[in-house]
């Protein structure tokens, strides 16, 4: 007799939970939910009520076994009110990454308050697209401009960016000018930022998150984060808000290359675990 969904479950959670899998319960769910193309709760109710299990779902548990990433696997990522198409060669955006989209949208905020209809944001290094989209869609009054280098990254951008009122530059984030780009009231970046000799431990962000999305370069992982900056610089407007994600222990180096620009309000934001892991600054000078 064919096995039932929930023998199935439990059998994939043991599989996951016996390869170091960090989520095995939901993992273990999700992968059947995509399957049969249920949500995780549909999935579950199922299970209960004695489905049969779906053809295909234990050589996806394999897979993840593997270690391969689940957004993989699945094709998608969720981010905010988005599922955004990820695959090999993009970086999948993080849960913590959602932070930065609520400090960018109260920054745009702010700057609506203060008179500006459409204010202008960029993101540095968008990768799937993630930060850019996520405020476009949350904030429509806002004009959104993406940055992305790397050409296998800019597979998926392309991908989840096409229709969108997103505008993507598809160059090296260092090389945007205020007379190419436009200036701006918002510049948003997840750089590359992880100290060179920090090698992920997870398989899954160690071999499948693309080097070039995780390095940030000069040993403590800073040349990166710092060209950012350098970036705002040019094409910020006075007063403009600069908002960037970082390690835990680049909290001190962060706030030091800000200050030695001549950025001022240097604010240290909490991911929802509490760890110190976003700083925003603003651009010296009045807002016009
Ligand atoms: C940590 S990932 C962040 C991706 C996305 N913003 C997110 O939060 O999920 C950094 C991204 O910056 C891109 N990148 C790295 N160096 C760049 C550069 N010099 N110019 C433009 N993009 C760059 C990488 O390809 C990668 O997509």
Same mark, same amino acid.
């Given at each position: 007799?064919?096995?039932?969904?929930?023998?199935?479950?439990?059998?994939?959670? !043991?599989?996951?939970?016996? !390869? *170091?899998?960090?989520?095995?319960? %939901? /993992?273990?769910?999700?992968?059947?939910?995509?399957?049969?193309?249920?949500?995780?709760?549909?999935?579950?109710?199922?299970?209960?009520?004695? #489905?049969?299990?779906?053809?295909?779902?234990? /050589?996806?548990?394999? =897979?993840?076994?593997?270690?391969?990433?689940?957004?993989?696997?699945?094709?998608?990522?969720?981010?905010?009110? &988005?599922?955004? !198409?990820?695959?090999?060669?993009?970086?999948?955006?993080?849960?913590?990454?959602?932070? &930065?989209?609520? +400090?960018?949208?109260?920054?745009?905020? #702010?700057? =609506?308050?203060?008179?500006?209809?459409?204010?202008?944001?960029?993101? +540095?290094?968008?990768?799937?697209?993630?930060?850019?989209?996520?405020?476009?869609?949350?904030?429509?009054?806002?004009?959104?401009?993406?940055?992305?280098?790397?050409?296998?990254?800019?597979?998926?951008?392309?991908?989840?960016?096409?229709? @969108?009122?997103? =505008?993507?530059?598809?160059?090296?984030?260092?090389?945007?000018?205020?007379? %190419?780009? *436009?200036?701006?009231?918002?510049?948003?970046?997840?750089?590359?930022?992880?100290?060179?000799?920090?090698?992920?431990?997870?398989?899954?962000?160690?071999?499948?998150?693309?080097?070039?999305?995780?390095?940030?370069?000069?040993?403590? *992982?800073?040349?990166?984060?710092?060209?950012?900056? /350098?970036?705002?610089?040019?094409? &910020?407007?006075?007063?403009?808000?600069?908002?960037?994600?970082?390690?835990?222990?680049?909290?001190? &180096?962060? #706030?030091?290359?800000?200050?030695?620009?001549?950025?001022?309000?240097?604010?240290?934001?909490?991911?929802? @675990?509490?760890?110190? =892991?976003?700083?925003? %600054?603003? +651009? !010296?000078?009045?807002?016009?």
């Amino acid at each position: 007799m064919p096995d039932t969904l929930a023998q199935a479950l439990a059998w994939g959670r !043991a599989e996951l939970a016996r !390869a *170091g899998v960090g989520s095995p319960d %939901a /993992d273990a769910a999700l992968l059947a939910a995509h399957v049969l193309g249920l949500s995780r709760g549909d999935t579950e109710a199922r299970a209960i009520l004695g #489905a049969p299990e779906p053809t295909g779902y234990r /050589d996806l548990v394999r =897979r993840r076994a593997g270690r391969e990433p689940l957004q993989h696997i699945t094709g998608t990522a969720p981010f905010r009110q &988005l599922d955004l !198409a990820v695959g090999p060669g993009v970086f999948v955006p993080r849960p913590e990454t959602e932070l &930065l989209v609520q +400090l960018a949208l109260d920054h745009a905020h #702010a700057w =609506r308050e203060a008179g500006e209809l459409h204010p202008a944001v960029i993101d +540095l290094g968008t990768g799937s697209g993630a930060i850019a989209l996520a405020v476009a869609t949350e904030d429509p009054a806002c004009r959104v401009t993406a940055v992305e280098r790397e050409p296998a990254a800019l597979e998926w951008t392309r991908r989840n960016l096409a229709g @969108t009122a997103v =505008r993507l530059l598809e160059c090296d984030y260092r090389d945007v000018t205020p007379e %190419a780009a *436009g200036r701006f009231r918002v510049v948003v970046t997840n750089p590359p930022y992880v100290p060179d000799r920090e090698i992920p431990e997870d398989p899954e962000v160690r071999d499948y998150d693309p080097p070039t999305a995780l390095y940030g370069g000069d040993g403590a *992982g800073m040349r990166l984060p710092c060209a950012a900056m /350098d970036t705002a610089l040019r094409v &910020l407007r006075p007063g403009g808000s600069f908002i960037m994600e970082h390690a835990e222990s680049q909290v001190h &180096l962060v #706030a030091h290359a800000l200050a030695e620009r001549g950025f001022r309000d240097v604010e240290l934001h909490h991911d929802l @675990t509490g760890r110190p =892991r976003a700083t925003t %600054a603003v +651009l !010296a000078g009045t807002r016009t």
